[in-house]
């Protein structure tokens, strides 16, 4: 008898009597080889997962550069009008062509544009105002008169003021009788101080605060700059703000405004500002020149010796030329080192993306990316390693990693700051 089309259907997808308990002994298989992988008696000593090929999506902080000052929301057309030209102004001054940024500025201001584009056209107005009174009247300085100071001790500095003008600058003393909006203060360097402590827990505190330095006397003299000549006027920060020692060492970032109110060159007044260009000081413990004569034997003998300030102290000598080869020392340090290495490694891997910020990130990484395949029962330090040095915020899964470093490589991913 011929089987009807019907039976045959039914014949063709009726499974055997066996096929069901197969297919059962082989998810238990599965469900007990997973269990050997997470039961702590084997998991770590595996050979490291291969890169994964699918595409696998996470947010990467490195681009957030990009984005900056950009909104996410859909623009009406008044609003893409207002943003073309912000654009086009800040590409004209990224390139150097300021007068003409400031042209395209102040025509797209004429036209009373509304926020945000209004707020950022005038700020990206005042930015290039203040570089261009740099480049053809004043600059301002702070420098210290040491790079590296020991705890407890005072910061001394030199604020320096340059003509760079063909012409003398007077800074003038305010008006004695000037009230409203006549009234002025003094000449004056506004110190802007941020203070960050680095210590072996990997902790980083910071205090920020400013000082107002006035240059002008008691007598309320004027203060004559001739043409390239330059006004020095010291300044300190004491002891107590420096701070008392740490299982570590400290930064003080410096930085500020100077401000003119009344600053005359030839016939002509006018209020001057102009950001002061930046240094950064050291804090260390006694005893540290040893570490910076040779960074990175430094290193590599705090490594053996499970020193963990020294770790952190040599790092902070580490030229830029040398910063691949102390990541590799420092991944060492987390692949065989002595547990107390764990964190005071992790920041000393901070530090040196902090010093890193707009380079390729992938020399960077590829010592820590080795020692995931050559210790793979310290991956979970590892990767915390890479998460500091790169300023990615990858869950904690090697396929991630893989993923991350095939995405980061073939682009030429700079690195990142971050606050972590």
């Keep these: 008898m011929t089987p009807s089309h019907d039976n045959l259907g039914r014949m063709r997808t009726r499974r055997s009597p066996s096929a069901k308990p197969k297919a059962l002994v082989a998810i238990l298989a599965a469900l007990l080889c997973v269990a050997c992988q997470n039961d702590g008696t084997g998991g770590d000593a595996q050979e490291p997962i291969a890169p994964s090929h699918e595409p696998i999506e996470f947010p990467n902080p490195l681009k957030k550069s990009d984005a900056i000052g950009v909104d996410e929301r859909p623009l009406t057309d008044a ?18 062509y300021d007068t003409e940024a400031l042209q395209i500025i102040d025509a797209a201001l004429s036209q009373q544009p509304t926020d945000p584009w209004g707020t950022r056209l005038r700020a990206l107005r005042t930015s290039l105002r203040m570089r261009k009174t740099e480049q053809e009247l004043v600059r301002a300085e702070v420098r210290p008169d040491r790079d590296y100071v020991l705890f407890g001790r005072r910061v001394d500095l030199v604020i320096r003021i340059h003509n760079v003008s063909p012409d003398p600058i007077v800074l003038l003393p305010p008006q004695a009788e000037a009230t409203g909006r006549a009234a002025t203060s003094p000449s004056a360097v506004v110190l802007e101080l941020e203070r960050k402590d680095r210590d072996v827990s990997a902790t980083e505190l910071g205090r920020k605060w400013t000082q107002t330095l006035y240059l002008q006397g008691a007598d309320g003299a004027p203060v004559r700059i001739p043409p390239g000549g330059v006004h020095v006027q010291p300044a300190r920060i004491p002891p107590s703000d420096v701070g008392p020692a740490i299982s570590g060492f400290r930064s003080l970032e410096i930085g500020g405004t100077f401000r003119a109110p009344r600053l005359q060159v030839g016939d002509t007044q006018r209020s001057v500002r102009v950001p002061l260009r930046g240094t950064r000081v ?3 413990p006694r005893g540290y020149e040893p570490l910076a004569e040779d960074p990175l034997g430094s290193l590599a003998q705090a490594v053996d010796t499970v020193a963990p300030v020294h770790l952190l102290v040599a790092t902070e000598f580490v030229p830029s030329g040398q910063r691949v080869e102390a990541v590799g020392i420092l991944a060492r340090a987390l692949g065989e080192g002595h547990e107390s290495l764990r964190r005071p490694a992790h920041g000393a891997l901070r530090l040196i993306r902090d010093r890193s910020v707009g380079r390729p990130v992938g020399p960077l990484a590829q010592p820590l990316m080795d020692a995931l395949a050559r210790w793979p029962s310290r991956k979970q330090a590892i990767m915390e390693g890479l998460r500091a040095v790169t300023g990615v915020d990858v869950p904690p899964d090697v396929r991630l990693w893989h993923d991350w470093w095939r995405r980061a490589t073939s682009a030429r991913t700079s690195v990142a700051s971050g606050t972590d």
């Design 79 to 96: 609003e893409a009008g207002w943003k073309e030209k912000w654009e086009l102004a800040r590409r004209y001054a990224a390139a150097g």
């Design 282 to 284: 050291a804090v260390l």
